[in-house]
């Protein structure tokens, strides 16, 4: 079973509108920790934003903000006030305690595309 | 500049002629891990090191080695690479997993490696 499911394999978005990217996981362990990644064309991997289990507030860094919803198992990323250097993949992420914290596991990306 | 390094940064070889791609992280971290990129696939570990001269498994092991002799390297080996090896290769970096799991994993700028 996937772990970490984004079902948006790409997603448009006009310059200086919000957007949101979904992403639902999957783990019966109480302890983890959810990641988005972003992926240039250029293709590093820059780190966005960390919201753990037990965080009782959604993360918030700058723009991105994370919606946390630990029932529904989901923690989708939203971009405020989208720029055109947002265009990118966007990977989420995850890191449970049963693996001893040492595995990061990826879903399969959604591809952002900001238009002017 | 705290950061990771991977070389080449580009390959393109031949089957069955054994390659190394080096990583090196100069932020003192214990944990290092290597990933491929795969079109729809997202990232898949490939190992990882907790520290020097312990590394584990990944989901996606076969055909590479790995060693981890100083803190500061984690070269990636393919002893006879195959086609289906051919990959976009990640190298990343952590402080320790095993207290906290809100350390983001630090990524090298990738290994665009094609196998004929």
């Known amino acids: 079973a996937q772990k970490i499911t984004q079902t948006q394999p790409g997603m448009f978005v006009q310059e200086k509108e919000a957007v949101t990217l979904d992403c639902t996981y999957d783990?019966?362990?109480?302890?983890?920790?959810l990641f988005w990644y972003k992926q240039p064309s250029s293709g590093e991997m820059i780190f966005l934003i960390y919201?753990?289990?037990?965080?009782?507030q959604n993360a918030t860094e700058g723009r991105y903000s994370l919606n946390f919803q630990k029932a529904r198992k989901s923690a989708n990323l939203v971009i405020s006030a989208s720029q055109l250097g947002d265009s990118a993949m966007y990977f989420c992420?995850?890191?449970?305690?049963?693996?001893?914290?040492?595995?990061?596991?990826f879903g399969t990306g959604t591809r952002l595309l900001v238009s002017p | 500049e705290a950061q990771v390094t991977q070389n080449p940064r580009y390959l393109i070889t031949v089957t069955g002629k054994k390659l190394t791609v080096t990583c090196s992280q100069n932020?003192?971290?214990?944990?290092m891990s290597w990933y491929r990129q795969d079109p729809g696939l997202g990232l898949r570990q490939i190992y990882y090191?907790?520290?020097?001269?312990?590394?584990d498994k990944g989901d996606v092991p076969e055909g590479y080695k790995v060693s981890r002799k100083e803190k500061r390297n984690f070269p990636l080996i393919l002893e006879s690479p195959s086609p289906n090896q051919t990959s976009l290769y990640f190298c990343?970096?952590?402080?320790?997993?095993?207290?906290?799991?809100?350390?983001?994993?630090?990524f090298g700028p990738g290994t665009r490696l094609t196998v004929t």
């Open positions: 932020m003192n971290h214990e944990y």
């Open positions: 090191s907790m520290n020097v001269e312990v590394t």
């Open positions: 992420a995850m890191r449970e305690v049963n693996t001893g914290f040492q595995k990061l596991v």
């Open positions: 783990t019966s362990d109480p302890s983890y920790g």
């Open positions: 919201q753990g289990s037990y965080d009782q």
């Open positions: 990343a970096s952590s402080l320790t997993t095993q207290t906290a799991n809100s350390y983001e994993q630090y």
